[in-house]
């Protein structure tokens, strides 16, 4: 809730509901998850959050602002889960087929961490990652270094040569790592609202495929947030 560039953004709302409830609506769809837990802070800032996940019935974690990746362990050993499946809050019009996608390519193969974003291929706002619990108490113990703590796989990331790292590429028709579909900035919001009441009058549960041929075809839309300079983040 306290964000520097969109406070309360998680709250705001599209289509007479709250980006998180959508988040959380769209991630129900994928028949491989067992459980959605919202970790969030112990701030009481954060107490509409947690009343808005009591209401829907999910679980709820409460932890450190600073020191996410305790915070996201925490959340899963009290679900007491395996697998963990990485969604930021900063996403809420994840496509849960591509969820789906990259919970099968960790589940059929032979890795520690599946993702969609070693390189980014699919819009910004798709982002999944894939590793186990076992793997995240590890980078608990062992990892220091301040990105550890902040970036929750970053311990995982960092190290490609000791653990064994997959990526899912976007089909041709997905790859636009140039459109941002993400909750960062107000004129964020503004796409995602726009994208979520135009293509919700449909299918609630719209694809990426329905948004990226949306933004194609709109020009004054895709250009709402095309000027913003997003914060640096953590690459291998």
Known sequence: ???SRLPGKVLKEAGGKPLLQILIERLKKVEQLNEICVATTINE?????????????????RGSEEDVLS???????????????E??????????EIVSQ????YLHNECDYASNCEPITYPIGMDVQVFSV??????????????????????????????????????PALKYPDLSITLDEKEDYELIKCLYESLSKNNEFFTCYDMVNLLKSNEKLASLNKHIIRKEVIRN
């Open 71 to 85: 915070r996201v362990l925490g959340a899963a050993k009290m679900c007491h889960a395996d697998i963990i499946v």
């Open 45 to 61: 800032t954060d107490e509409p959050i947690v009343e808005l996940i009591r209401k829907l019935n999910i679980s709820c974690f």
């Open 1 to 3: 809730m306290t964000s």
């Open 102 to 105: 990259v919970i099968d390519l």
């Open 87 to 96: 969604i930021t809050g900063d996403c809420p019009l994840i496509d849960p």
């Open 134 to 171: 076992e793997l995240l108490a590890m980078a608990d113990k062992e990892g220091n270094l301040p990105e550890d703590r902040e970036h929750v796989s970053w311990f995982i990331r960092r190290q490609p040569e000791r653990f064994n790292h997959l990526t899912l590429f976007a089909p």
